[in-house]
């Protein structure tokens, strides 16, 4: 078993910043493809950003390419999604989750293991 445990959202103003940290636990964490995930109010949960293991590549949804960059740091177990530049339509809860594999995933049903979530909250 792998547990995930996000932070870091919060309330930020339209082209404010904020990092999302995912901490990770358990069996091996480190060896798998972690990725970012979010849902916003009335929609349904879609891919953000991933990342292989150990790192070498990387993977956005078009709507976050050039403002949000993931990263994963081994030795902590820890992944982290810088988000810039944020606007309303980021507002969402991020989730952060974990597969069986070294390669990214954009489907949700890939990963196994997912966290609790946090709210990010961008004001216009």
């Known amino acids: 078993q792998v547990q995930l445990v996000e932070s870091g959202g919060g309330l930020v103003q339209t082209g404010g910043s904020l990092r999302l940290s995912c901490a990770a636990s358990?069996?091996?964490?480190?060896?798998?493809?972690m990725g970012w995930f979010r849902r916003s109010p009335g929609k349904e949960r879609e891919f953000v950003a991933g990342?292989?293991?150990?790192?070498?590549?990387?993977a956005y949804a078009d709507s976050v390419k050039g403002r949000f960059t993931i990263s994963r740091d081994n030795a902590k177990n820890t992944m982290y999604l810088q988000m810039n530049d944020l606007k309303p339509e980021d507002t969402a809860v991020y989730y952060c989750?974990?597969?069986?594999?070294?390669?990214?995933?954009?489907?949700?049903?890939?990963?196994?293991?997912w966290g609790q979530g946090t709210q990010v909250t961008v004001s216009s």
């Open positions: 989750a974990s597969r069986n594999m070294q390669t990214i995933s954009r489907v949700l049903s890939a990963y196994s293991y």
């Open positions: 358990g069996r091996a964490p480190s060896t798998y493809a």
């Open positions: 990342i292989s293991w150990p790192g070498g590549i990387t």
